[in-house]
């Protein structure tokens, strides 16, 4: 008798998650080649991007002066292939009819953002040289930039960050958040691949860090543990398309320093060598270099 009970109370929960009523929005349709973007493959990627942008530092290869070219170029086909296949199944993913997958001007397109991001990796090296510097020279608990680049978990999120702005400059769906995702699974920094963020930007320890999809940040600009450049709330009558890709978070200009816990909220604009001390709660304007303690109100300014 309890086994025909269990059978009817398990049929009958098939059933009601059956309904299409039930799952609607929630639902994709599989299609012959199209299959959804691969946290662990994009993990690969991103390793591999870290092992040509940074020669000697991961990877199991024993690269030297002599055999980097052959080791970068190997990387570089495996990278690219990688990609590629990535890319395709974000596009697929992204086209909600799923009719047009699997094509070929959908392959072609894929390949050519691939080759389209792996010709930025040159520049990529070159600005994650100053964040390096920029942790390095900022933490005099750094012994060197290698302890920098090889244990430094906000410079782990930096990394992870440049490689999926790149792909969200080429207009790359699902997967330049993906790849931010991981760095805030492993680090607990959530920087949005939509953010601009300027050279010799450094995050110190990093843990708890938001910065927001319209954020903009200057060069030589540092921030601590918990900080947050967090999104104002939109007008009511703003819904749907229409709330998307506004500009509601922070401006930080050329050397800004943010300390721990502080919150800036909104389009604010922190003027060129402004200090935000630790736990401030912000949602005005602060000049050029100016200091805001604790306490800062609306009514203060």
Known sequence: MAVKTHSKVLNATVDKLSEESSYNQLFHAYHDEASLPSEEVLKKVVNLCRVILFPGYFGNARISKQTIRYHTGVNI?????????????????????????????????????????ISTLPDMRAILATDAEAAYNNDP???????????????????????????????????PRMITEMAHSETGIDIH?????????????????????????GNYVRIFQGVSLAG????????????????????LEDHV????????????????????????WLARHVAAGETVEQLCREGNR
């Open 77 to 117: 086909e495996t990278l690219y292939a990688l990609l590629t296949q990535q890319i395709y199944a974000g596009l697929c993913f992204d086209n909600n009819d799923g009719l047009s997958c699997p094509d070929e001007t959908i392959r072609e397109k894929a390949e050519a953002l691939s080759e389209q991001f």
């Open 257 to 280: 320093t943010v300390y721990s816990n502080s919150t800036l909220m909104g389009r604010i604009h922190i003027g060129q060598g402004a200090t935000i001390c630790g736990n401030v």
């Open 193 to 217: 691949p939509g953010a601009e963020i300027g050279d010799h930007f450094s995050i110190d320890h990093g843990t708890g860090t938001v910065i927001g999809e319209t954020s903009i940040i």
């Open 232 to 251: 104002e709330k939109l007008p009511g009558n703003l819904q749907g398309e229409e709330s998307r890709h506004i500009a509601r978070h922070p401006v």
């Open 141 to 175: 608990a750094a012994r060197n930039i290698n302890e920098v680049i090889f244990c430094y978990p906000g410079f782990r999120a930096i990394v992870n960050y440049r490689i999926a702005h790149q792909l969200y400059l080429l207009q790359v769906p699902f997967i």
